[in-house]
Structures are given as C-alpha cells and as structure tokens.
C-alpha cells in the first residue's frame, strides 16, 4: 500500500491510518495488508471474486497476453490521456484486473494511483507487480474510496455503477469507460461460429455524469503461437460459452491474424 488518504473503511466510511502491517480507522476496524502488499477491504457478507469460477487460470492467462502488448492500442490511448495530468492527481482503476493498465500509465508518470477487483487473485496479481500504487480487494457496489476524491478514474470492460462512480469523482472530474468496438476480435470468432456476430459498441447509460466525448483506439495484431492465442481465448467470454468441441478449433491454431478496437466513453462530473 503506497496511497491511503483516498480510502475510507467500509464498515464506518472513516479515513484509515496506518499501524504496523494494518489499515485501521479511528472506530478500530483493522483490515490486514498482504504480504504482496494488497488489502482486502470486502465487507464479510460479500463474496470475492475468487469464490466464484476458476479465476486463477483467468487471470494468469489475461496478464500474460496483456504484457505481451497485444492491447497496446488501449494501453497507448489510456497512458496518453492521464499524460495531461499532474502527478498530484488521484487515478482510480476500477475492476483494475491483474494491474496491466494501471502498469502502463506508471511507465510514464507517477500519479496517487489506487486500483480494485472483485477478484482476489486478480488484485494478487496487480499488487505483486509492485508498482508505487495501492491495490485493494472490493465491490463495484460499494467503493472503499472517500465522496469526491478522484480527479480521474477508469473502467475498462466491467460492470457499470453509476451511483458509486458518480460519488467517488470530484466535481469534474472525468470517467473512461471500454468497451469492446464493433470489430474487436471479430476474426477469432469467425474461426469458433458460423455466423459470428459483431459488438454492439453502446457504451452504460448514465443521468449521473456526462458522456462529453467518444473515442476510438484500433491496431491489428499478428499472434504466432498457439500459447497467446489459446491466452486471448481464455480471457474472452466466448471461452465460457463455447462447446468442447468447437474450443479444440482454437486450440488447434497457431497463426491468427486479428483486430483489437475500443470504444472509450470520456464522461463528466458535473460542476
Ligand atoms: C474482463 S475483466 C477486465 C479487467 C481489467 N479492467 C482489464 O481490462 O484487464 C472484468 C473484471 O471485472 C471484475 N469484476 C466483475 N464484477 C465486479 C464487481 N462487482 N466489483 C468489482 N470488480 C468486478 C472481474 O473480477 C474482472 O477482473
Ligand atoms: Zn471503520
């Protein structure tokens, strides 16, 4: 944990200082840090993401395709946008996965960057990264940070909360939303379904913030073995969805040519 000042407990909403390996707030609610260096801030009565499905392998195949660079389009359109802040600026990554996002944006600036998951082992994985970030375990429905306290936060391919989001941003303070673009990976699914269908690309409707502007990142990639295509599979939901049958079509591939496209929704907190 690099950052605290941002976060509040979830059982009391008070700020947090720090006591040895601890966060503890001012009523003696105390959440231990990992030894990765991560916090799990879930109230007892929500369930982690790692009590639901087999989010080990998951999040292990997402970091390894992710650091390959394959999603350099979206990782380029989300480092050069928080170029335009200051270091002093608060960056929220929300369902922040494995951390390779919040990894790129440090490449090139430092920033008081937080990041959470639904997902234990996905939050493991972004805080053995060991960036100068604080990475904590918690739900989209009820976010450990404190009202008005994000000049920026980001939110690629996860579910919406407008009230939560709304919340945790200051007064102006912008939201980036992904989703997948009309073509994203559309040729990978040719090679699963008969009729492959393309994205939808609408982005969450929300009274809570402003759409102010819409953005398109793209790239085509080249992948050459059947390790990183067997990894792109594995992090989409069609791996879920598909027959045994038709996954061995994948398995079998060794050479795919593909195209990566995002929408970005740039949102505003009103003044
Ligand atoms: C498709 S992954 C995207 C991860 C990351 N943003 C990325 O692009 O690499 C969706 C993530 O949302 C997380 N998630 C799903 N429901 C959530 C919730 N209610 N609260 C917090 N995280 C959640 C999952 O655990 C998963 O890591
Ligand atoms: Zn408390």
Request: hydrophobic share 35%; aromatic share 12%; with cysteine.
């Amino acid at each position: 944990m690099n950052f605290i000042e941002a976060l509040r407990c979830p059982v009391c909403n008070e700020g947090f200082s720090l006591d040895k390996k601890s966060l503890v707030c001012k009523n003696n609610h105390l959440f231990d840090i990992s030894k990765e260096g991560y916090v799990n801030l879930l109230c007892s009565s929500h369930k982690s993401g790692s009590e639901i499905g087999d989010n080990k392998s998951m999040a292990l195949c997402r970091q390894r395709f992710l650091n390959k660079g394959y999603f350099s389009a979206l990782s380029d359109f989300i480092s050069g946008y928080c170029a335009d802040f200051s270091e002093a600026a608060t960056i929220l990554d929300i369902c922040c996965g494995e951390g390779y996002y919040s990894s790129e944006i440090l490449k090139n600036k430092a920033f008081q960057l937080y990041g959470f998951d639904l997902s234990r082992e996905m939050v493991r994985l972004a805080a053995k990264r060991k960036l100068p970030a604080s990475f904590f375990v918690s739900n989209i429905s009820k976010i450990p940070m404190k009202d008005e306290s994000c000049d920026l936060a980001f939110h690629f391919f996860a579910p919406f909360h407008e009230k939560e989001f709304s919340r945790i941003l200051k007064s102006g303070g912008k939201l980036l939303t992904a989703v997948p673009g009309k073509n994203h990976l559309f040729q990978l699914k040719e090679k699963i379904y008969d009729k492959p269908y393309k994205n939808d690309e609408s982005l969450p409707q929300t009274e809570a913030l402003r759409l102010i502007r819409t953005h398109k990142a793209e790239k085509s990639i080249t992948l050459t073995s059947k390790e990183d295509i067997q990894n792109l599979f594995m992090m989409t939901p069609y791996y879920y969805r598909t027959s045994q049958k038709d996954r061995k079509k994948i398995e079998n591939l060794d050479f795919l040519e593909v195209t990566t496209q995002f929408v970005i929704g740039e949102y505003e907190k009103q003044l």
